[in-house]
């Protein structure tokens, strides 16, 4: 697992970097603000949860097949 | 399994046929295609023109030609014919097995696509015509039957041939990865699989998660159109006069659904044509692929983070800032591996001496086409540039110079590349296509898709929107021409060049046409390893038209492809079906 | 610098002598000691097409279950996810208000005999998935002695496609139940989702029970031990992915709405 290892560190400082990002105010315009802020916070809470459900699942099922299938041979 | 003794039947189960079958469907499918988008272009700068049989090209025309043109390229000619199509017909020579592992749904699922592709087709016809929601069928536009002509039954013909297109990927895609996973003949390790066969693995797992969430998302349309739900469509639409009070639904989610699907769907676009790429460049270089192992990792990373991506064409959607911010991030992540890759082709070309065949010189397209497409990709990724460009004529500039040029190079090449296989047949020697024909092709090709496709940018730039029908004379108050307009006319000009532009572009592929009918019959007889490669579907026992009992003889892998070795005793290569490795090696350069 | 240092050449007398075939450590029984399966340099993966063992078919085939489950997983999720948005997801009504028209469907109370009823035929369906392995019984089937794994799978295939349409049958008297009480498809936002999530796990389940009946047929039919074996296994573990996929949409209904 030695060469495995520096991988992995990297792998975490990307999802961490990735994670504790500032927030982008990339919108600047009234426009987007508007339309996002008009969507109450249940229903943005909710687009959260399905966001993170279905790219979880998806993720998990491609990482999965990857790993099961480069031990098998 | 002898070809030369059973008669087949056109629902055959031979992967051959069936590839080449799917091969015929994309052709016909990429010419309609193409007829469509021409007269989209035509409409567009002359707008009085009249289509003969129809007459003049009105704006609900002008949405449909757009929806069934992405619809058609994206999905019959894009998804089919790189994964399906070269799939079948090479995949399984390429990993040393004798066929794919299910040939029964293998035959299903050519022929639920080619029913698929009939119905679309047929909504020409139906009364209302076409669908005009675009290949995005973005809701209301796409959830109520009376928003639209051709959003009654256009429309639900429009649904039920993408269902059953997505069913047809979804086995097809099964076929794929078992016959990968479980065919792979002995000494064929991970490491050692084609860069193709690992495009077409990834392409497979994408599908495999893409499809199956795309008939998600039809069936919940096919509810809001059909049963009174409202999962997309809000409260308070006026639809042609009737105000629809119902409803706590929002396009937002079918945005999310749609998007989760559709960014996969452009990678298993491009996957096989990248690994096809590397494999080509080295074949004719005679070199090794540069950092073969990292090229595995990268075409896996792309499929990975393209899982991650969809909310980028939603920038201007309403999306929460943060949720913004995390598409944006992982968008310009995937130009770290891409930009590997275009390394990775740049370094194994690199001043090598090699031959310009017509396959490497649209291998060499796909990587100009690939750069130049892929570096307005990061440009895209920045939400507050997408503020402005999105719907614009850039992102349409973007996405053809990948996906219709750069893919449909990599289709060319492989074209080009494999005709021998193709052809031979039951007995019949394999050809090759014209060389003179095919570099005539590739060079009035590139020069085209450059004019078509660059202006566009500019055009985009300059504000032009996409799925406007008319750019002419839109009017203002008081009637004089509106802003738009003013707008608008400014780049006319511009039109018009691309729309020569386009009209020479299609004009040059009858040079391919040309060639591919004529070498059928008259091409030069091919030799069974015409290209000096390394990879297995060129072992004379796997060829089409070796003996009955080649079926019988064990393949084994001894090392990775590209194995070219520049020695003193003078340039060879080693298939990876031989062991014979005669030459002194350097220590570091031992194949593993 | 690696981590061992081996020293080359200290030896300048080599002991071993190749024909002597025991290392110079002393004659060994000449016993073939690879056991086979993955290590060994015996992996049967190595081996051409057609001779990688007899589980070779049965590896293909439930490997393309598991990918089209995965599909289909992906496919539910999608759902569930449109079930969450939507469950959270109101409209300003005439009067500026806000106001979420969600209101939970109740569960027909039959819908948690068909779960058990569904749970059952899990384990029918495993139980006649283990006795198309047996060894001994294998062995004398493949050999022509009979049919004895056959034989037992049978009882318990065909107890599992009873089940199967008990739950369906389960499922329709839940529908008509809440069709009495006017509870459509369209009543509700939930009964939207009641309604879809039910109908198609119906539909997979209904695809499920074809598949037991092409099944029993094949069990009878087939002259391949190999193709019976697949049969039976894949359908137990289709069958078990839908079981599983129940558990989890249903905990989703009664716990989630």
Redesign the interface.
Known sequence: MNFRRPILIRLIL?AVL?IA?A???????A???D??S??PRS??RA??H??VL??VT??V???G??TI??R?? | MNPHRRRQSIFTTDHRTIGLQYLILALISVVIGTLLSLLMRIHLVWPDWSLPLHGPILPEDYLALVTIHGTIMLFFVLTTAPQSGFGNLILPAQIG??HM??PRLNAASFWLTAIALLVLLSSTFAPGGSAISGWTAYPPLSAVASAGPGQALGMDLWLASIALFSIAS?IS???T??TI???????M??DRLPLTVWGWFTAA?LS??A???L???L??LF?DRH?????FL???NLVNGILHTK????P??WL??FW?FGHPEVYIAILPGMGLTSMLLANFSHRRVFAYRTMIATT?LI??LG??LW?HHM????????????F???TM?IALPASAKVLSWIATTWRSRPQYTTAMLFSLGFVSLFITGGLTGPILA???LD?YLHNTFFVVAHFHLIMAMAGVFALFAATYYWFPLMTAHRGKPARLMSEPLGRLHFWLTLLGAYATFLPMHLAGLAGQPRHYAQLTGIPGPGGSLSPAGHLLATTIPLNRLITYAAIFLAAAQIIFFINLVRSLRHGDVAPTNPWQATTLEWHPFLHPNAGPQASDV??TVHHTPCLYICSPSGDTFVPQWENKITVDLPAESKPE | MPPTITPLNTEREKKRRIEDHDSGHGRRPPTDKRTGGGGDNDNWN????GRRGPR?NL??AR??IF??L??????????V??FF??QS?????AYNQYI???LPTVIPPILWLNTAILLLSSVTVEIARRHMFRENDVMDEWLGLGKPITRSAIPWVSATTVLGLLFLAGQWIGWSQLAAEHVF??SN?SS?FFF?ITY?HAIHLFLGITALTVTLVGLYKSRQLETRQILVDCTAWYWHAMGLFWIFLFALLVFFQ
Not at chain 1, 23 to 29: D, S
Not at chain 2, 227 to 231: A, D, I, L, N, P
Not at chain 3, 46 to 49: L, M
Not at chain 3, 70 to 79: E, K, N, Q
Request: with cysteine; hydrophobic share 50%.
């Open positions: 990307i990735g990002s927030t982008i105010h990339a919108q600047g315009c426009q987007c603000r339309s996002a008009a969507t229903t943005q687009y959260r399905a966001i279905l790219t998806a993720g099922f491609f990482v097949t990857l299938f480069k098998r041979r | 097995a004798r592992a299910f979804t895609a099964i076929n990865l078992v996973i479980s065919l792979r003949c002995e000494g390790t991970w797992l495999i998660i499809f199956s969430v008939l998600a998302a069936l919940l509810c049963v009174g739900t409202s999962f809000p409260t308070g409803g706590n639904g929002s937002l989610l999310h659904l989760f896996l499929g990975f899982i991650l909310g920038f201007v959607a309403g999306l929460n800032p943060f949720a913004s911010s995390a944006s991030i992982s992540a920045q939400p507050i503020e064990v393949i | 190595d081996r051409p097409q070779e590896g293909r490997l393309a990918f089209a995965a599909g289909d997983l992906m496919f539910f999720v999608a759902i996810s449109a948005v939507s997801s109101g409209r300003y009504n979420n028209e969600w498809f369209r936002p939207h879809l198609t």
